[in-house]
């Protein structure tokens, strides 16, 4: 049996590292700011090529004014950049989109090649989850990709890749930028499973043990039904065998009314008690006698016999209350069996019961815990107890203390307490 505590919140696990966590609390302000920079780098940069010609921008050397191509790389830039800021939501479009650019401008410099790989990172690390073939799509988009780049590289129409060997360099450090990509979304993908797996066990065992609790109330009451039915039986029987020995005698008259009315309540009580008990849906309620203290060495000699090497010390006298009688009986039996079930080979198995002072049971044993043992198992046992001890306001508990596992129960003085 498992000890039963509250459910704390449970923390999720966050990116490691301060930037981490800055990416993951403001991922849009990021990308606006990383789009930012590229825009300004990329537009210096198309300035600075046209600065660097003699004469006015869009003038070549040799004075041939090509002015629309100034414009047009200027708009692809921001047109690219500006893709750029729904590269999470539509990765393949912005990739498609910007790759197309970044071969075009290839002949006038790198910065469409940046703008690439960060469209290529995006292609790979945010398809959307329910994408089953997202990391497949990636690679041929990749691959359409890389073929256009080794054409360029093998024609030589552009200044930045110079030849099959730089642009088979490029392809490689893209491809590795797409790996990078897929790796980080599949690890997402696996830390949101787990995520998901560990809610639905947190709610599976919260359930459980509501359903525990609901199970043991349900056993409890059916258990003091049986108590109570026995108590309002012998009180109906006591009434009715007064009112027989009392008879038609004039001078008793009043006490032979009240006492046949207690009797007549009685029977009443009786009878509400039994179609409470049906209304947990049990029709039938029990009219055996409920153990009691005095039968658990009879309990007892039938786990020995199932090879349980058990021993018994009782000190004072057990409580008069059948109710709390009962709790005891029912708090050995589960102990024992719970010794029978998930120790493994004890030699020492100790039931202690003290009334001296209340009710203390200590239930002791020095066996190892088997691997499906109480440490792991389903905790119904002690939350039965620490029903029955709540009903009595004592406690319960069960835990490992050196070599032994030791449940102990215990319940207050119940004289003066009504039952």
Known sequence: MSAVSSSSP???????????????????????????????????????????????????????????IVVVRYLMAVISCA???????????????????????????????????????????????????????????????????????????????????????????????????????????????????????????????????????????REMHDVIAHGLTVMVRLADGARSRLGETPEYADVSRAVGH???????????????????????????????????????????RAGVPVSVHQRGTAPPSPGAQLAVYRTVQEALTNVLKHADSPTEVSVELDFSDGCVVTVSDDGKQQSAGVEHGSGRGLTGMLQRAAIFGGVASARREGSMWIVRFTIPDQEGVTQ
């Open 262 to 304: 207690i009797a007549e309540t009685g029977r009443r009580s009786l009878a509400d008690t039994r179609r409470m008990l049906g209304a947990l849906g049990d029709q039938e309620a029990s009219h055996e006698p409920q153990p009691t203290v005095d039968q658990i060495p009879t309990l007892i000699e039938d786990y020995v």
């Open 83 to 221: 893709a750029l800021l729904f590269r999470r939501n539509h990765p393949i479009i912005v990739f498609a989109l910007v790759a197309a650019i970044g071969v075009f401008t290839l002949m006038y410099g790198w910065a469409g090649i940046l703008a690439t790989a960060i469209a290529v990172y995006s292609l790979g690390a945010h398809q959307s989850d329910r994408a089953a073939r997202a990391a497949r799509i990636a690679q041929l988009a990749f691959a359409a990709f890389a073929v256009v780049i080794l054409v360029y590289g093998f024609s030589g129409q552009d200044q930045v890749l110079g030849g099959p060997g730089n642009a088979l360099f490029a392809i490689v450090v893209l491809f590795a930028i797409l790996v990078v990509g897929i790796s980080i979304r599949e690890r997402r993908l696996y830390v949101s499973a787990l995520l998901s797996h560990a809610e639905s066990l947190e709610r599976e065992q919260e359930q459980n043990a509501r359903l525990a609790v609901a199970d043991e109330r349900e056993h409890i009451a």
């Open 10 to 68: 449970r923390k999720l696990p966050r990116p490691s590292g301060r930037v981490g966590r800055v990416v993951a609390a403001h991922p849009r302000t990021i990308d606006a700011i990383l789009v930012g920079l590229l825009a300004a780098v990329w537009l210096l940069a198309i300035a600075q090529d046209e600065l660097a010609v003699s004469g006015s921008i869009g003038s070549n050397a040799d004075g041939s004014y090509q002015g629309w």
